[in-house]
């Protein structure tokens, strides 16, 4: 039952304390925040609905996650520490989408980075990559053609954008796109901060065969500024164990081939 005394109060304080449990846990549920505050589902529902409203959380099924920026267009260096453990996993689990001769494109950023830390022992591969960084990491490997694309460099991720890039990668034809994402959304699709790097994307997905998409689960639920393609585009995903689990499932049922590190 719900406490009758200084509703308001108690109203506000519960809700404070559960935009505090967000900022720890990333996510909450219903049945948890009733128990813990002896109110009703109702009640946690409306909390939730209100606190919603306002902008400061995101209601899921059954719960809750915390509000992100997604907006925000940060430097390579501030996110290479940021879930560097599930990088590191998926870089290693999307070398094995690689075969020998295959041609293939490394998106800029920091899994795909992890991506080309993984390839020194495939044969014959040809990488065209559009970030710089990948393209030193990789300049040394004998068994690795490196292709760059023109264009001019963007410093927050260190890629080569703009319409020099786009016109070269229409010359080319590959087998699989590996992209890292900032935001990823079931209901939305995939999507980043800058107009130039969303459009170049783009275009990456129209000369492939195969987009794979490697990201951790802290992009779920993130709507970024700049929209690159809809869920049905992906044919793989690959995550870590973390990804919502209505997220999980939506994906499956569009078909989507989501594997777990």
Same mark, same amino acid.
């Given at each position: 039952?719900?406490?009758?005394?200084?509703?308001?109060?108690?109203?506000?304080?519960?809700?404070?304390?559960?935009?505090?449990?967000?900022?720890?846990?990333?996510?909450?549920?219903?049945?948890?925040?009733?128990?813990?505050?002896?109110?009703?589902?109702?009640?946690?529902?409306?909390?939730?609905?209100?606190?919603?409203?306002?902008?400061?959380?995101?209601?899921?099924?059954?719960?809750?996650?915390?509000?992100?920026?997604?907006?925000?267009?940060?430097?390579?260096?501030?996110?290479?520490?940021? /879930?560097?453990?599930?990088?590191?996993?998926?870089?290693?689990?999307?070398?094995? *989408?690689?075969?020998?001769?295959?041609?293939?494109?490394?998106?800029?950023?920091?899994?795909?980075?992890?991506?080309?830390?993984?390839?020194?022992?495939i044969e014959e591969l040809t990488?065209?990559?559009?970030?710089?960084?990948?393209?030193?990491?990789?300049?040394?490997?004998?068994?690795?053609?490196?292709?760059?694309?023109?264009?001019?460099?963007?410093?927050?991720?260190?890629?080569?954008?703009?319409?020099?890039?786009?016109?070269?990668?229409?010359?080319?034809?590959?087998?699989?796109?590996?992209?890292?994402?900032?935001?990823?959304?079931?209901?939305?699709?995939?999507?980043?901060?800058?107009?130039?790097?969303? /459009?170049?994307?783009?275009?990456?997905?129209?000369?492939?065969n195969e987009l794979i998409v490697?990201?951790?689960?802290?992009?779920?639920?993130?709507?970024? *500024?700049?929209?690159?393609?809809?869920?049905?585009?992906?044919?793989?995903?690959?995550?870590?164990?973390?990804?919502?689990?209505?997220?999980?499932?939506?994906?499956?049922?569009?078909?989507?081939?989501?594997?777990?590190?």
């Amino acid at each position: 039952m719900d406490n009758p005394q200084n509703p308001e109060n108690a109203t506000l304080n519960r809700r404070v304390k559960i935009l505090n449990m967000l900022e720890e846990q990333n996510h909450i549920q219903i049945v948890t925040l009733s128990n813990l505050f002896h109110v009703s589902d109702v009640t946690i529902r409306n909390d939730l609905s209100h606190l919603e409203q306002k902008g400061l959380l995101i209601r899921t099924r059954g719960g809750a996650i915390k509000q992100q920026r997604v907006g925000l267009d940060f430097r390579l260096s501030e996110k290479a520490s940021q /879930h560097y453990a599930e990088k590191q996993r998926i870089g290693k689990k999307a070398r094995e *989408f690689i075969n020998p001769g295959d041609t293939i494109i490394l998106d800029s950023g920091t899994t795909t980075l992890e991506i080309g830390k993984n390839l020194n022992d495939i044969e014959e591969l040809t990488v065209i990559t559009n970030a710089i960084n990948i393209a030193a990491l990789l300049a040394d490997l004998k068994n690795i053609k490196v292709v760059v694309p023109g264009g001019f460099l963007r410093e927050n991720s260190l890629s080569l954008v703009g319409a020099t890039a786009e016109d070269s990668l229409k010359n080319f034809h590959c087998d699989k796109v590996f992209m890292g994402v900032d935001g990823i959304d079931s209901g939305y699709g995939i999507s980043t901060p800058n107009i130039e790097e969303a /459009h170049l994307n783009r275009i990456m997905i129209e000369v492939a065969n195969e987009l794979i998409v490697a990201a951790d689960s802290s992009k779920f639920y993130k709507k970024s *500024f700049a929209f690159i393609a809809p869920i049905s585009s992906i044919s793989t995903l690959i995550t870590d164990k973390n990804i919502p689990g209505e997220e999980h499932n939506k994906l499956r049922n569009a078909g989507i081939n989501v594997t777990l590190v």
